[in-house]
């Protein structure tokens, strides 16, 4: 059936009123989406609206939620190619619509060619600035902040982008609830020292500067994946680091061996169970030179440790490192936070917070930050 309106093609380079959440190289023809929750946004005034998204992959294929004043009206598995994705039509061409399209997964340092790109945008209306927000947000953290498990029934298993969200997850929630603009860097599995099996090239503060340092292969440093992050053009007023989760996984995991060198990496625990004190201090030292490296690049930025929606065992660990950081540095801009733990009641897929329990922690979080701010 052919569309009754006149449709016009807008390359993004060319949208006077666009907004770019996460981040990105600066790059506009095309965006690359690298990180969760990385979006674009506009404010449209027309009848209907078309995306034009490329994506690729090898194993883990993109996936996109598409929000329109707000709400969340569609989410889709974006298969290889590049074509046109209907956002809206038949709508009143004369009312304004918000339009948000956002990367619904994590960046995949585990398929190097992965990709999701927007190219441009077609409609019959017009576009209109959209507001800048009072606060912003960075959200650093592993699978709870990635939004692994707060979408699909209870019994999913499979590790695929399908059961993740960047809507149903307690960074958005918080960044809506206190009306601020977010960045989300995430990746399942990884920690401040070490992954949860002991790999210690899976830590996120080794790829903090660059603007998605976790991915791997010629396609990503041909994006510009590898490139310096430009940390003064986006300063949030919060930096929450939702980390240690999948360091304390590591204690109670095999030993990781690099293949290449031949060592053998393992957090210890002792006879009785309790953590080997060598090993719980590679950890504190860890947060504490990823503290330093958050204030370098984030000079007046809050810096909340929030952390316990899958237990708290690293907890005492935690609040060492900030004690130790503040004393070092006399910077007093630095808390921990307990989040809310999940519940049998509140699990959502993969054995992994569901939605109830990211909207429970979004809400003890923001309150917690909106004191702060």
């Known amino acids: ?35 969760t929750g990385s979006a674009v946004e506009f404010n449209v005034r027309g009848s209907e609206l078309w995306v034009e998204v490329e994506a690729d992959y090898d194993t883990y294929e993109p996936w996109i939620s598409i929000l329109i004043n707000s709400v ?16 809206f039509r038949g709508m009143n061409k004369d009312v304004v619509k918000n339009v948000r399209i956002v ?54 298993e499979d590790w695929i982008p399908m059961w993740c969200s960047a809507i149903h997850n307690y960074s958005t929630m918080t960044a809506n609830k206190l009306q601020a603009d977010y960045r ?90 309790s953590y080997h004190e060598e090993d719980i201090q590679s950890f504190e030292n860890a947060a504490v030179r990823f503290l330093m490296k958050i204030r370098k690049y984030n000079k007046q930025a809050k810096i909340v440790w929030a952390y316990g929606m899958l237990g708290i065992p690293m907890m005492p660990a935690i609040y060492r490192a900030v004690d130790a950081f503040k004393q070092k540095t006399e910077d007093q801009n630095v808390s921990v936070f307990q989040l809310p733990n999940m519940t049998e009641e509140t699990m959502g897929a993969r054995s992994h917070p569901g939605a109830t329990a990211h909207e429970k922690a979004a809400e003890e979080l923001s309150a917690y930050l909106r004191s702060l701010l």
């Open 103 to 156: 990367k619904d997964m994590q960046a995949m340092s585990g398929d190097p060619e992965n990709l999701l790109q927007i190219h441009a945008v077609k409609t019959d209306g017009d576009f209109l600035p959209v507001e800048e927000k009072p606060y912003k947000i960075e959200f650093i953290g592993d699978s709870i902040t990635t939004g692994e498990g707060a979408i699909g029934a209870r019994t999913e």
């Open 72 to 87: 969340p009206v569609s989410r889709q598995m974006v298969t290889a190619g590049r074509s046109f994705i209907c956002v």
């Open 184 to 273: 989300i860097l995430s990746q399942s599995g990884w920690g401040v020292l070490t992954s949860w099996d002991n790999n210690p090239r899976a830590n996120m503060p080794d790829y903090y500067e660059k603007v998605c340092g976790i991915l791997t292969g010629k396609k990503n440093e041909a994006l510009g994946a590898f490139e310096e992050n430009d940390f003064e053009s986006w300063q949030p007023d919060v930096v929450v680091v939702n980390l240690g989760t999948n360091d304390g996984g590591a204690f109670y995991s095999p030993e990781w061996k690099d293949e290449v060198t031949g060592e053998i990496y393992k957090q210890r625990l002792h006879e009785d169970g």
């Open 1 to 35: 059936m052919e569309t009754l309106a006149k449709l016009e093609v807008h390359p993004l380079s060319e949208i006077e009123h666009l907004k770019v959440h996460g981040r990105t190289t600066g790059r506009l023809s095309p965006l690359t989406l690298f990180w």
